[in-house]
Structures are given as structure tokens and as C-alpha cells.
């Protein structure tokens, strides 16, 4: 057995930020018990520390997240009646916070009430009118089961809470096209106004068996008309979820405006295909033309060709403008793998929310966790000098509670000369080499990394690592995340997840990791936030008995560690549905 590494030393915790005025009010409406000063409290049936989920039953899709009067609002796809899909009862659940971290349930804001969305009130967007007043445009399953498109208003735009929401009899406002095949025509986006002064909204839509992103204009919100030609068209008859927002120039962190245009103003088109992934793509938005042309277009047409947004176990992303901190952040439905939702009683959690911002390069995005998490840590750990993981080796990062924890670490790499060579077969399937290569096998430069909701015995864990590989002449850092010893149990899914990093190891010889740890999501952060990866794993130790955390390294050479820090996050306030 390896040794564990001494110089994992605590330190005090972290002062907490934010702003604790707000935050305490949201807890004011919380049914959740606060946590105490001396220790954690721990999530009951199996329920996450700090990722957003209802108190009980189904969610899914993220929908309509808004920041309005001081107040952030999430609103979800959510079955009311039990902890599975609900096929004809999708409401939209209501949840508010002060710091995007802390969430109290304030009712369902949409339920399935009227003709036209008798069978579901679908998935769509909020935004804020002129004056102040938030709409909801949302897809509704009419009574004949038809795919429509309804507003909603807030029916006292002053209350902080927006609790209540009433919709117009003159719904449908966009009613299904003649031209839509397979009753495929839903998830309308944010609107936006374009420098005409005119209201947009992309709507995806298969139409004769394409799958089209059409847009509609409005000077009303009310009276809607469809563009003759859509802003995107792809091979494939089914997208969902799609999501069109403006960028600041690139390496800019700071956020805009859903109808920010002008020079410099980049904008990322965001689609979800039918394999239950994200796909995105930078480019120019015209707002006078309504096209969008792609940055790289030699990725063609089809969004499964444009670059992943998650590499793992994330889908149905939605992203807001944060007016308050001046940036975006995006909210991503991550769902179960283990099928027990029934027996929980809840199925569905979302990724904590992400910053997002443009890569220095202008192609790519960068996603971060919002720095609300901090107001969560607690206990830290972290090197008193740089050390070695040597060949074959693991230490500990013992002292914390690392079932729900926030771990950075900087892996320096001395020597590359022992990278394999890259089978060119796996170019275009880094997915299919994590399986192939796992964490387990030793390799040359690499497997090293974290391995995280470790049992005593080391049967359980999950591996969150990097491999290096020679590639024509240069070399291929691989990311992986492997769950095919996550968890004991059987039925489980447990794939491995893979990723090749855009990085120049050979000049930096140096690759970051940051992995948010909370009791069945693993969330993990490659090269600076470039590269990500979420997975749902379902450890059977950890009902009985603690976590452990480690580095790990079964290279043929050492590792040197040369930033490791660690905290322990206490329980949020999610909901009602917290610590026993």
C-alpha cells in the first residue's frame, strides 16, 4: 500500500463573503434546518449538500432563470405528483435565492391548467419587459396533445417573490406551423431585442424532417410572425433546449445583456441533440439579417460536429444574465443514472451554476463555479511545500469531509518521455480510449489525478485523471473521469467519460484540476475551466461510512504536485429538503 502524504496539513476556514442580508432572507423562508458551527449536516436519503433540487419528486430542464429586483428566480421542469417524468403533468416549479447558492421553494409558477398546455406545460424562457414586468414564453401541450407556444406575466411584477403568474386568453401565441413534421416544435429561448426594436425568440423546430431553429418577431410580446428562413439548419430532425446569447470579446470575463449588440459583441449558439448533450458555437449574430455565421465552420452544419459544452453527464443547459455581478451563468440538468428515483422519492439535480466567458481564442467557452461557493467552505487543506505523487503511488488529503467538498490542485509534469503513442483510431473517440485505457492500468505519462468518493478499501471510487500521449510529433492530453468502480451496486450505469485538452503540455508541463465533490455528482473543471466534465455516481459506502480523497499517480514517473488546496463545504439551504 502507498503511504499517505504528511505534508496534507489543515489550516483555519475560509472567511465567508457574500451578502449575508439577502442570504438570510432566503433562509427565513426555508423549511430546511440551518446547519451548526461545529460540524456538517448531512443531506438525508441520498440527496445532495449543495446542488439545487426540489424537496421532493421530478425535475428536469433548467427553464427561465432570471435575476429581478435583488432577487434571483429558477424556475424547472418538474412533475408535482412523483419522482418520475410526468408525461401530461410538467409543471414549472419556482424556486428563489439571494446567492445563488441558498433556495427556498415559493410554489409552482406555471401548471397545466388551460387548453393549451392542458398535457404539460413544457420548457421555455423568462424575460424582463420594459418597465420591469417578467414574461415567461413557454411550450404547451395543448389539449389534443399538439406542441404550442404560450406567454405568461407576472402578475404583480413588485412582488420580490414573483409568486403568481396569469396567462393571456389569446394563447397560443405561436401555434404549431404547417410545416412542422413529427409534432416537433418547442423550448423557446430568452427573447431578445434586436436594434429595430423588435422582440426575437428562437423556437427549434423539425421542419420537413430538418431540424431548424426558427425565429419569430414581436413589437408586443403578444402577436408573434415567423422568419422566412431559420438561423440554423441541421441534418438532424430533433434538437431541444437551444440557447443564442452575446459574448464579450474574448478573455473577457464580464457578461451582457441578451440583446447586447455591436462591435466586438460575439455570440454562442448552444443546441441539445437526442444523445442528451450540449453542443455549441461562436460566431457572429446579424441582428438586421437574422443569420448567424460560425467561427469555425469547418465544423459544419451538424451540432454534433461543434464543441461539447460537458464532456460527461450534462444536458439541457440554460443560461441567464447575472445584472447584479455583470456576468452569464448557466444552469444544466444533470439526471440519474441508477434508476431509484421512485424509491427516493426525487429524481434530478442541476450542476452548480457555472460563469461563463469566451477563451482567449474566441472559439471556446470558459465555465467556472460561481464564487457564491465560497460562502460554503469550511475546513481547509491544502501542501505545506510542493510534493511528489511518486510512480505508482497515491497519498491521502485526509482531515476534511470530502463526501461534499471543493478540491484545486496543479499537476506538474517533470518528464514526457515516457507518453505512449497515440493510436490514431482514437483522434475522434476520447471516450472510447478512457474505457479502453481506465484508471486503474499504468501508463507512461500518466493515469494521475484525483480519486475522489473513495471507500477504506479503495473498492469504491471514482478517478478523475489526465494521460499524456505522443501524437505526430507533439503531444495529447487526455481527460477522463471513470466510474467503473464508482459504486458496488448493481444496475448501475458507470461509463468513463473522455476528453482530449487543447493545451501545449510541452511548454507548460503543467495541467489544473478543480473537482466539486457532493455525495452522488462529481463536477470537474480541466485547464482552467476549458475543459469539463460532470458525472452522477452512487457509491454504497457512503451511506454507512466516510469518504476519502486522494492524488494519485500510476505513471511510470513521478508527479509533482505543486498547488493542492481543499475545503470542506457545509450544507446549503436548498429547498426545504436539507440535513436531517
Request: glycine letters at 10%; proline letters at 7%; aromatic letters at 10%.
Amino acid at each position: 500500500m502507498a503511504k499517505t502524504n504528511s505534508s496534507f496539513v489543515s489550516s483555519p476556514s475560509s472567511p465567508p463573503i457574500g451578502k449575508p442580508t439577502t442570504i438570510a432572507f432566503v433562509f427565513s423562508l426555508s423549511s430546511s434546518p440551518l446547519r451548526t458551527m461545529d460540524g456538517l449536516e448531512h443531506p438525508r436519503n441520498g440527496r445532495t449538500a449543495y446542488h439545487f433540487q426540489p424537496a421532493k419528486f421530478w425535475q428536469n430542464d433548467p427553464n427561465g432563470p432570471l435575476y429581478h429586483n435583488g432577487m434571483y428566480h429558477f424556475f424547472y421542469q418538474y412533475n408535482p405528483h412523483g419522482a418520475t417524468w410526468g408525461d401530461g403533468t410538467l409543471s414549472w416549479g419556482h424556486s428563489v435565492s439571494g446567492d445563488l447558492v441558498n433556495w427556498a421553494d415559493v410554489g409552482n409558477a406555471l401548471d397545466p391548467t388551460s387548453p393549451f398546455d392542458a398535457n404539460g406545460c413544457w420548457s421555455g424562457s423568462a424575460t424582463v419587459l420594459p418597465g420591469g414586468r417578467p414574461a415567461i414564453l413557454y411550450t404547451g401541450i395543448d389539449a389534443n396533445r399538439v406542441q404550442v407556444q404560450n406567454v405568461a406575466f407576472a402578475k404583480n411584477p413588485a412582488d420580490p417573490l414573483l409568486r403568481e403568474w396569469e396567462k393571456p386568453d389569446c394563447n397560443p401565441v405561436m401555434p404549431m406551423p404547417a410545416d412542422v413534421t413529427g409534432n416537433n416544435f418547442r423550448d423557446p429561448t430568452e427573447a431578445w431585442r434586436g436594434r429595430d426594436g423588435l422582440w426575437r425568440v428562437g423556437i427549434v423546430a423539425e421542419v420537413g424532417g430538418v431540424g431548424s431553429l426558427l425565429v419569430y418577431r414581436s413589437a408586443d410580446f403578444l402577436r408573434w410572425e415567423r422568419n422566412a428562413a431559420p438561423l440554423h439548419a441541421s441534418d438532424v430532425p430533433v434538437l431541444e433546449c437551444p440557447d443564442l446569447f452575446p459574448m464579450a470579446p474574448p478573455g473577457v470575463a464580464e457578461g451582457l445583456d441578451v440583446s447586447a449588440s455591436g462591435a466586438g459583441v460575439l455570440h454562442v449558439l448552444k443546441l441539445t441533440d437526442f444523445a442528451k448533450e450540449d453542443h455549441y458555437m461562436v460566431g457572429r449574430y446579424d441582428d438586421e439579417a437574422d443569420t448567424f455565421v460560425p467561427a469555425e465552420p469547418e465544423r459544419g452544419g451538424d451540432p454534433g460536429n461543434w464543441r461539447r459544452l460537458d464532456h460527461g453527464h450534462l444536458y439541457a443547459s440554460k443560461s441567464f444574465y447575472d445584472g447584479r455581478n455583470k456576468r452569464r451563468v448557466l444552469w444544466a440538468w444533470v439526471d440519474e443514472n441508477d434508476g431509484g428515483g421512485v424509491a427516493r422519492g426525487w429524481a434530478g439535480i442541476q450542476a452548480f451554476p457555472r460563469a461563463i466567458w469566451l477563451d482567449a481564442d474566441g472559439k471556446r467557452l470558459v465555465q467556472w463555479p460561481i464564487e457564491e461557493i465560497e460562502t460554503l467552505r469550511r475546513k481547509r487543506v491544502g501542501l505545506q511545500w510542493a510534493t511528489e505523487v511518486e510512480a505508482g503511488g497515491r497519498k491521502e488529503i485526509a482531515g476534511i469531509v470530502s463526501s461534499q467538498a471543493d478540491v484545486e490542485a496543479v499537476f506538474e509534469i517533470p518528464n514526457l518521455e515516457e507518453a505512449e503513442t497515440l493510436d490514431p483510431k482514437w483522434l475522434q473517440d476520447p471516450k472510447g480510449l478512457s474505457a479502453e485505457m481506465g484508471a486503474s492500468g499504468h501508463g507512461g505519462v500518466g493515469p494521475f489525478g484525483l480519486l475522489v468518493l473513495a471507500s477504506g478499501d479503495l473498492e469504491e471510487h471514482t478517478a478523475v485523471f489526465f494521460r499524456v500521449f505522443k501524437h505526430d510529433g507533439k503531444y495529447k492530453v487526455l481527460m477522463c473521469t471513470d466510474l467503473t468502480r464508482s459504486s458496488r451496486k448493481e444496475g448501475i450505469n458507470k461509463p468513463s467519460y473522455g476528453a482530449f485538452l487543447d493545451v501545449d503540455v510541452e511548454k507548460d508541463r503543467s495541467i489544473s484540476l478543480r473537482t466539486l465533490i457532493d455525495h452522488t455528482v462529481v463536477e470537474s473543471f480541466g485547464d482552467g475551466g476549458r475543459t469539463c466534465m460532470t458525472a452522477r455516481v452512487y457509491p454504497e459506502h457512503a451511506a454507512t461510512g466516510s469518504s476519502r480523497l486522494y492524488a494519485f499517480n500510476y505513471g511510470a514517473g513521478a508527479v509533482k504536485v505543486s498547488k493542492l488546496e481543499a475545503w470542506e463545504l457545509a450544507t446549503a439551504a436548498v429547498n426545504g429538503g436539507g440535513a436531517m
